[in-house]
Each structure stands twice: as C-alpha cells, then as structure tokens.
C-alpha cells in the first residue's frame, strides 16, 4: 500500500513538473539572465519589457479572439503595418522637409485615431466577413488579405514623392500622446501608451466574460452547430470577433507608429506571428473555445521576457529564431497533454 | 372547441431529387400523451421532424399549433413557439459551463452585461424542479453524456415547450437514467405536454407511449394505442412484412479455449482485475451499466489504452497488445461503438473504407494493386448484401446498417481471430440488425470468437453464448444464454 502511494506522489509530482514546465523555465532562466547579467532586473530593464509587452498586447488580445473561434488571423501584422503607416503619414511636423503630404495641415489626433480604428475594423469586417459568409478557413481568407493589404501599403508608400521611403518627423502632439509619461518609476519614464494598453486589456476582460457577445464568441467556439440552434446569430458573431480584432490592430497601429517613429513597408512584419505564438503559450488553444484575457497576457509578457533575456545573455540573433520556434513547440505540446484524454 | 390536438401535421409530403422522402405523413400530437414515432432508418421519420422544424421546407402539407397553422423557419423559432427537440447527437458547446449552455442564445443581461447571479439562480430552480442534480457550473465536457442530456432536456423545459421531440434519448443512457428519462418525460404529460418519443427499442415504447405512429417508405402506416400493440406487431408494420425472428437460430458451437485473460487492468481507466476465458467460435457478451467499463476492456485488449495483465494469452503463445498496429497484428479487430467518429472515413469511398486496414495485401511492389483491392470490396458487398449504388460511393452516403457491414467487411479482410465489437448494431434499424447478427453468428460459426459489448439485454441474450457481466470496473459474474434480464441487472448493479 505504501509503495502505492509513492508512486501515486511520484506520478502526482511528475505531472506537476510537466503541466509548469513552461514557468519552472522560466524561472530558471530569469536566474541564469541575473547571475550573468543582474541589471536584467533593473527597473529600465523590467520597464522595458513592461512597455514593448503593452505595444503588443492589444494585437494579442485580437487574434486571441480569432483563436478562440477555431481560427487565426494572419493579416493582423500588415494591418498593423498599413495602419501605422497612414497614421503617420497623417501626423507628420508641417515643415518637414520629407512631408508625404506636404499642403497637410497638423490634424487633430481624435480624427487620425477614429481613421486608424475605422481601418482595422474595416480589415476586420472583410476577414470575418469572409470567414463566416464563404465558409473559408481563416487561415485562407487572412493569408490572401495579408497580401493584398501589403500590396495597398506598397502603393501607399509610392504616393508623391515619398517614393517608398519611410515617414518620419512625427508630430510633437503624437509622439507625446503615445510616448510621453505621466509616471516615472525612479528616473525610468513609463510612457502613455502601456496605460492605453491596460486600459483595453480591461475593457477586453469585460467584453469576454460579461457581455452576451462575450459569451457568444466562447460557445461558437466550443460548438458552432450548438451555438446556431440555439439561436445564437453565428454569423454575427464571426463577423463580430474579426472586427473587433480589426479594431484593435487599429490601436496597435496607431500606437507602433509613435513608438517607432519612422514607419516603412516592414513595420509590423510578422507580429502575428508573436502574437499568436504568445496566446498559445498563454493557454488560448486552437481547439478552440478556450482562452483567458490573463493566459493572453502572461504569454505575451512571458514571450518579451524570452526576448529580451536571450538579447541580455548577447545570444546570437540567427539561434534566437531556433530558440524561439522550440519554445514555442514546447508550450504547444504541454497545452495538448491538458485535452487529450488519457488513456 | 378543444379536441386536445396540441399539434397537427397534415399530408406531409416531401420530395427530394430522385426520392419521396414524405409521401402525404400525418401526425396528431395531444395534450398531455406521448406519442412514439417509429420506423425503419429511411421510412421517413427524421424528414418529418426536419420539415416541423423548418430545417427543410415540405412541398405539400400543413402543420398547425393549438389549431393555428404554423411554418418554423428555424429551430430557434420553433422553440420560441414552445415546440423543442432534444437530439439524438447532442448539440452542445462542450468547454463551456452547464449554466452557459442553458441559457445560451438568451442569456439574461443588464444593461448590456450578463447577469451570471440570475443565470445561476434560474438553473438551480430549473434543476430542483426537474429532479436534476448537476452543477450548474460545471463544464459540460465533464459530465456524462446522460446528465448533458439532462440538460437539454432542461433547457427545452425553461423555453416552456409544450411540443417536445425526443429523438433516440436512450440510446446512450443506462437503464438507471433512462427511468430517471422516463420520470421526466412522465412529469411532462402529466403537465400537459405532447412528447414525440422517436426510438428503435420497442421496450420501452411499450411502457411509456400512449401512442404509436409507425412509418414506412415516407408514409404513416398506423397509428395506434399502445396497449393495443405487441413488439411484433409493431415490427410487422415497421417491415411491412412478418418478421418471424428478432435472432438469427444459433449455429456455432464453441470449442477449446483460444485467448486467456487474467487480471486485466486500465492504467487510466476503471477496469481492475479482470480474467475471463474465451473459446474458438464463442461469442461472448459483455453487459454492465453505462461506465462499468465495458468499452474499456475492448480499448485495452485492443491496445487503445494502457493497461496491465498477469497473462494475456491467445492460442498458447503469451501476447502484449500494447498498440493497435500490434493488436491487429495477432489477429486482432475492434469495431468501435461511434461509427461516424471512429469508425467510417465518411468522404472516403466503399472499396477504401474496405481495403484500409488490410493494404498490406495489396502490395505489388511498390504499388497497390487496384484489381486486388476492387475484387476484394466487391466480393465483401455482395457477401454482406451492402446496398450500395458502387464500391466508389462515398460511405457516408449509405445508411448507418450498410456503413456497419462495410466496417464487418474491412475486418474480415484481415481474417481475425478475435473480433471485439462496441455495440454493433447502435442506431441500425430492425430489419438490419438481424442481417448484422447473422454475420456474427456466421463469423462465430467459422470459428471465429467475438467478444460483443452492447447496452441492450435482449440482444445479448438473444445471441451470445455467455455474457460477462461487470460492475464498477470488476467481472460481477458470468450469465448463461438462460439468464433472464433481472439477473444480469443485480450482477451489474453488484459492486455500484
């Protein structure tokens, strides 16, 4: 009997160390980033990882969405590119010599953020609406709008004179509105933009969890056919998720631009990528109908950690891809074991 | 001028490219009875429920509710008119929680925001009311499929239904729950509601409808009052003709033992401890309440699931089955209990469902020999007496007795020594099932030796030599062919 038991708790402590694996890593290496490197905890270090977490996290959030439907959505990075982009472009220093729009008077933000919100949910409503009215895989619809929206930035970046060239001289107000800084931690300026982003890292919480929408999404999710005779407008709803995803490629856009400050054709060149890794890793699986606002939050912190770590310990940036794909491997087939049934 | 009709559907007819699917089927559903619908797969009965539920639009007919005429567009409309249907394939959004599934599509808001405290509060006085005792906030996916069910029935409940169609509600409860069914469904007359009960086992249509509407070729051939009915009345009408048996005679004869079995345990499943001997052309039974492990000894003979034996062994040779691949290897062939999902490759076509697990056979070289593998379905087709239009017909589009032939045939291919079979005749019509059980009696007869599990004693008793009976994951005993229904059941119930 009491041999039992210690299998049972061998068994029992097996299963802890694989199903935390992803986290025992990863205390592990913020160890082994400290030892080499102790400034990695520093407060510019951790702020750094804080802010470039909060750039990407609306993005994650949106393709999360896409995820939960059983979906993907791999259009999200040149959305973010063209948007950014045409931000920009708009919200350029009158005077600057390489103005694309040099007769352009400075516009007020309100209006560039409506356009660059408008932009994304329209991306969006295309995608979803694509998804749910052909019938197409989202893999498919977003792999060709991801092309034809690189193709519109492309023609985009020729307009005038500006003949492909990246646009800088970004506005003061802009810059200011995104990058700028209320709170300092220290002399460490945490800039506007990571409040933006928890702002609608909530109002995403709610939407998902408290709204009838929310809970659409989950079912369709889990169980279309279920949702549909029930009377859930499953169309609606697909439509509803890709755009709302749309809608925050909009806010990532219009925040890339100012963080970067020159923006080219390869702004936002594989983001999704990152993202949808980060919601993986953060336990939004592509079974779908299951995800977590926080799951997508530690996954694109954890991620960054990752990132940031591998630059601390000055990895080779060619074995940071390898290091990146096996992580991202590895996080996969834990978040599996949880959904096969043992047998 | 209340004549009781609750509802009324009137010369139905129904056509689809090259079938009559309907051909003039009426319906007279009352107050406060149930009604069974019953007939053959094919005779029509799904299409009549379909064209109530407005999935497909009939050519010809009426329908009518409480004496006004009515045409649902969709399900969810129907339901809204208090006419609701529980499924035989549960539509239900798995990874989310019982009181989500209830209410979804209507969940109570404020102000635009779910209020999750009413939700709760609903299901619980819905739950109390009905007898029902899951928690709302479990994951469906963590129940069993009796108590999802149970939820659906709940929730045709909460939308007031006062038509309600039960298709197959049985089919995967144990007898247990299904009387706890049957309470419900009693409630429910007794509240006024008109239950459709559509259902194969003649049984309990015997003790719970009032009424019997038999269907055949897309017509209603009779309706009438239960009491008046006997099991083979109402098969003579389903047929069409007399069905002088429900079993085919027993021909096979057991002989020496061929696979011994000891001490067989799951690893992750409930099964402990479990030895039995089978013999040359026996056909064993397995019987046992939903979750006694029956299917689990099939999964584990069959190398689906890890397990463990003191002795595992077929025709003096000791063996391990660790794999499929091994398992099938030592002469091994498992028809799986859920046909469409692991059992047919449904786009795929008859001669390929066939061949699939016997390629090896087909080998010249490097290529597959197209006339081996043809020659080979044809020959099973007609063995079998498939009906199909060819062998390049995609499966799905037999009924589910002809796919249950094609996946007999693909096993007889690898010519077995031991065929574990998972409910074997599940949602096959009558007529059918005595070709199924032929072919086993036949396969027995050959002297192969099968190993049969099924929910339904009649049938075990009517074709097995002797029927393992567990309970909670333990051999409660061994039946003979003589045993009667309520011996098997205290055997079954012996170590809940």
Not at chain 1, 54 to 79: E, Y
Not at chain 2, 85 to 105: C, F, I, P, T, Y
Request: net charge positive; glycine share 10%; charged share 20%.
């Amino acid at each position: 009997m009491k041999q039992k038991n210690k299998g049972a708790l061998r068994e029992r402590r097996r299963e802890f160390f694989i199903n935390n694996s992803l986290y025992l890593f990863l205390i592990a290496a913020i160890v082994a980033i400290v030892i080499y490197d102790p400034r990695f905890l520093s407060v510019p270090s951790l702020v750094n990882i804080l802010s470039l977490s909060a750039a990407n996290l609306p993005l994650a959030l949106g393709i999360a969405g896409a995820i939960i439907l059983s979906g993907t959505d791999l259009s999200a990075g040149r959305a973010v590119g063209l948007i950014a982009c045409v931000s920009a472009s708009l919200l350029q220093t009158s005077g600057y010599p390489n103005k694309m729009f040099p007769a352009l008077q400075t516009l007020p933000l309100w209006a560039v953020i409506l356009l660059a919100l408008a932009m994304g949910g329209l991306i969006g409503l295309i995608n979803g609406f694509c998804v749910a009215k052909f019938r197409l895989h989202p893999f498919i619809v977003t792999l060709a709008t991801q092309l034809i929206i690189f193709g519109l930035l492309l023609m985009y970046l020729m307009i005038g004179s500006n003949n492909g060239q990246s646009i800088s001289g970004l506005d003061a107000s802009y810059t200011e509105f995104i990058t700028g800084s209320v709170l300092r931690i220290g002399s460490t300026a945490i800039p506007n933009y990571v409040f933006y982003s928890v702002g609608i890292t909530l109002l995403m919480w709610f939407v998902w969890n408290k709204t009838t929408f929310g809970k659409n999404m989950f079912a369709v999710g889990s169980n279309p056919e279920a949702a549909r005779v029930s009377g859930v407008n499953v169309t609606g709803v697909t439509v509803g998720v890709f755009t709302l995803a749309g809608i925050l490629y909009g806010v990532t856009g219009f925040i890339e631009a100012a963080r970067i400050g020159s923006n080219s054709a390869a702004t936002g060149l594989n983001y999704e990528l990152d993202a949808i890794a980060a919601c993986v890793i953060g336990g939004v699986s592509f079974v779908g109908g299951i995800g977590k606002i926080r799951g997508v939050i530690l996954g694109v912190v954890l991620l960054r950690i990752i990132f940031v770590g591998l630059t601390f310990l000055s990895i080779d940036s060619n074995l940071q891809y390898v290091i990146k794909g096996l992580i991202i491997l590895v996080a996969c087939a834990i978040d599996m074991r949880k959904y096969l049934v043992r047998k | 001028m209340d004549d009781g009709v609750l509802l009324q559907m009137s010369r139905i007819s129904k056509s689809f490219p090259g079938v009559r699917a309907l051909d003039g089927a009426s319906l007279t559903l009352k107050r406060g009875s149930v009604h069974a619908l019953m007939g053959e797969n094919g005779a029509g009965k799904s299409t009549l429920m379909k064209c109530l539920f407005g999935i497909y639009a009939m050519d010809e007919g009426e329908i009518t509710l409480n004496g006004a005429p009515v045409s649902f567009k969709s399900s969810k409309e129907a339901l809204e008119q208090g006419v609701a249907m529980v499924h035989q394939e549960l539509n239900q959004a798995l990874k989310r929680s019982v009181a989500d599934n209830l209410w979804l599509g209507r969940y109570p808001t404020r102000w635009g925001v779910v209020n999750e405290r009413k939700m709760q509060k609903d299901t619980k006085a819905l739950f109390d009311d009905l007898g029902i005792s899951t928690d709302p906030k479990a994951i469906m996916e963590t129940l069993s499929v009796s108590k999802r069910q149970m939820v659906e029935i709940a929730k045709a409940v909460s939308y007031g239904a006062k038509v309600i169609v039960f298709d197959e509600p049985t089919s995967s409860l144990t007898e247990e729950e299904a009387e706890q069914l049957f309470r419900i469904i009693r409630r429910l007359r007794d509240d006024g509601c008109g239950i459709v009960y559509i259902s194969h086992k003649m049984e309990e249509i015997l003790r719970i409808c009032d009424t019997v509407t038999v269907m055949r070729d897309g017509k209603t051939v009779a309706t009438e009052d239960a009491k008046h009915l006997t099991t083979d009345a109402i098969i003579r009408l389903m047929v069409g003709r007399e069905l002088t048996q429900r079993f085919p005679p027993k021909e096979n004869t057991p002989a020496e033992t061929v696979l011994t079995v000891r001490g067989l345990t799951g690893k992750h499943s409930i099964l402990r401890d479990v030895s039995f001997d089978l013999r040359k052309g026996e056909i064993l039974g397995v019987a046992g309440l939903d979750g006694s492990g029956r299917t689990e000894v099939l999964e584990a003979l069959f190398g689906l699931s890890e397990k463990s034996a003191k002795a595992l062994i077929l025709e003096g040779r000791s063996i391990e089955n660790k794999t499929p691949r091994q398992a099938i290897a030592n002469g091994f062939a498992l028809v799986t209990e859920e046909r469409r999902a692991t059992g047919i490759f449904g786009i795929r076509s008859i001669t390929e469902n066939t061949v699939i697990s016997n390629l090896r056979n087909y080998l010249r070289g490097f290529w597959l020999s197209q006339g081996a593998m043809k020659r080979d379905t044809e020959q099973i087709i007609s063995s079998l007496r498939v009906k199909t239009p060819s062998a390049a017909t995609p499966i799905r589009a037999l009924s589910g007795g002809n796919q249950q032939k094609v996946i007999f045939g693909r096993w007889l291919l690898t010519k077995p020594k031991i065929l574990l079979l998972d409910e074997p005749t599940r949602g096959i019509d009558v007529g059918a099932k005595y070709e199924i059980y032929q072919i086993i009696t036949d396969l027995a007869k050959q002297g192969r030796s099968v190993i049969m599990v099924s929910g339904e004693m009649p049938e075990l008793l009517g074709i097995c030599d002797r029927i393992m009976v567990l309970s909670g994951g333990r051999v409660a005993g061994f039946a003979e062919r003589d045993a009667t229904q309520e011996q098997i059941m205290t055997l079954a119930a012996k170590y809940v």
